[in-house]
DNA sequence: AATGTCATTCAAAGCGCTTTGAAAGCCTTT
DNA sequence: AAAGGCTTTCAAAGCGCTTTGAATGACATT
């Protein structure tokens, strides 16, 4: 079933099928109320591509998945967050698309997306430290939000972020309080721009109390479940192992627990631990105490607050970039404590 | 740029650019070339929809995810599955669209994007028993392949499955062997399918070894780490409790690790745990002796291998549909060890 | 009665591609 | 020299929709 075949059962031209059925005001009320019974009554709905093509817009918001950074859809994260914003596109009657490209690929998927007219829009994920996308989506003049930001990236542009900086600023002076002096920072992929945030916060606050950062207690890597056990239990076997460690990520904090466990040492006792919690469905901080102190920031409200945000960048792409800097909670929870009186 | 800037650029038609481009072969190899050199030099690609509109193919899978499973694309297990399926939509020239539905608006849904052209098929996860989707996509001839199988679904239909009665059944006998006859099982959501098959293979061993099924002992929701630790903890306390358990993923045994070390006591000695093992990419199974023991079948994998059993079926509709059962294996790790002497 | 206005409706062009059916040009065959 | 067969190219139709510009008819105004 299609327009023509519509207008023909109906009598009518596709012309004013089409304008009863989109809502436009110089129809006749009593021919639009027909057009819409007989519609619903064919079952008849516009065929995606040909509005498309016809309009211009696809109705469908991009993502970019390099290859190497595949591993971006793999981590728990991703999933939170694209389903806060798949939340909105489905209200919005928006579609989301994920188009998988070979690595260093990346500029030339923006390009084809942009020309193939694929999508009207895209998000920008995992932002690293000066980068190239946000140079190359404002020269394509492609919509786009970013989710973080790029240190060095120039232009300015439209981003929602946490304020990593100061919430691991604060995590720190929180473990200083309790008076630990040797605390471990168990970061991500520093290449990463938030990583880079996040180290920064955590030297200042070392910095303002005097205390010497030790390069080897400041790990960088993928946030996996093994990658904090690794380094949790390499430190641990130190001559001065920290008596406090900074996670980036509810999963790697699993994994430092693991390590400390294993070492036979106490949470929260022998050792405390912050992490970072993106309040991930699946693995929530805990029921009413959370298991770890924590920065928390959720990711999937981040999901929903940048596609409404890139939403209204594609109705109207001449608005100036919005930016919006999320403070994350501190909340306490068992896995910190007083440091140890040595004995 | 599009098809007939660059035909008129040539001095050609836009039919034999077309055609040059596509790799027909009545083409003049010198005039393939000089068109290709044109296509590449101005930078020219066809528009997606257009294309799609000409031959009615979009090039995009579909994945519908209603808005009440929307877990299902925040379960860290959902992101693996995905990632691998996108590779080989990646090497295909396929992209990935994922379609929000808001709840019962399934079938509509399916309906939709069958008539709207969107997508040329769709991949169906996470089924129940007896699950609908699969006779709507049926009736409406959209090719499609499931993630598992639907009991009583009735059609015949391609499916990719591990197989999780024997699996369960293995890691229910492992543990008997032990010695264990308190087994609890912690399952996910049992109008899931595969936590029937589950719950199946695990009474089966039960039953074959004599030793009556506990009702306190059986467990069933969604897979989160929390759900693990309160379940565990719950049955810990129980005046009988289990001296073993058999968790349904990396996430909820992680859980259940926790709770055990949190009442005190020790896994592998006083309790033993098996859990199935999905190889997620952020929750690695440990690094060369398995955290747990586990039955074990890469998610990865058996994206992958949907996918393109999805792609063949689209090539071709007429093929009988596939069926693949996959085998976990059962590997042994530091979780399991002998039934503890009651003393 | 002639003119102007408004509310409705329509025919046709256009979005950018693929594909059908025909034409043109050049060889080979008779 | 005419006919037939290849190879290569092309014009035009068609995919299903939106949208422009025009037409129609009813009604109010002069």
Chains 1, 2 share one sequence.
Do not use: C
């Amino acid at each position: 079933m299609n327009l023509k075949q519509l207008s023909e059962i109906l009598g009518l031209s596709q012309t004013t099928v089409s304008r009863a059925l989109n809502g436009y005001p110089e129809v006749n009320a009593e021919t639009r109320e027909r057009v819409e019974a007989a519609a619903r009554k064919h079952n008849y709905s516009p065929n995606r591509r040909a509005t498309s093509l016809a309009t211009g817009r696809s109705m469908t918001i991009g993502h970019v998945i390099p290859a190497s950074t595949q591993h971006e859809m793999v981590n728990p994260i991703f999933g939170d967050f694209v389903a806060g914003a798949a939340g909105v596109y489905g209200e919005e009657g928006y579609d989301m698309l994920f188009s998988h490209v070979t690595d260093g690929d990346e500029e030339r998927a923006y390009t084809d997306l942009k020309r193939k007219g694929t999508v009207d829009g895209v998000i920008v994920q995992g932002p690293k430290v000066n980068d190239a996308r946000i140079e190359v989506l404002t020269r394509l003049g492609l919509p786009f939000v970013v989710h973080g930001r790029s240190s060095g990236a120039g232009q300015d542009y439209s981003w929602v972020d946490v304020n990593n900086r100061r919430s691991f600023k604060r995590a720190t002076e929180f473990l200083l309080d309790l008076g630990h002096r040797r605390i471990a920072l168990i970061n991500g992929l520093e290449d990463m721009d938030f990583a880079q945030r996040r180290r920064a916060g955590y030297l200042e606050a070392l910095a303002e109390r005097g205390v010497t950062p030790d390069q080897a207690l400041m790990r960088s890597a993928e946030m996996t479940e093994v990658y904090g056990h690794h380094e949790t239990r390499d430190m641990l076997a130190l001559s001065d192992p920290p008596t406090a460690i900074l996670a980036a990520s509810m999963i790697s904090a699993i994994g430092v627990r693991r390590a400390i466990e294993e070492a036979g040492l106490t949470i929260g006792k022998d050792v405390s631990v912050i992490t970072h919690d993106d309040e991930l469905s699946y693995l929530r901080n805990g029921q009413d105490v959370p298991i770890f102190t924590a920065t928390r920031s959720s990711v999937h409200q981040a999901g929903r607050v940048l596609a409404e945000m890139l939403l209204r960048r594609i109705e109207d792409p001449s608005v100036v970039p919005e930016q919006i800097l999320l403070e994350a909670e501190l909340v306490v929870g068992r896995s910190t404590g007083p440091v140890p009186t040595g004995d």
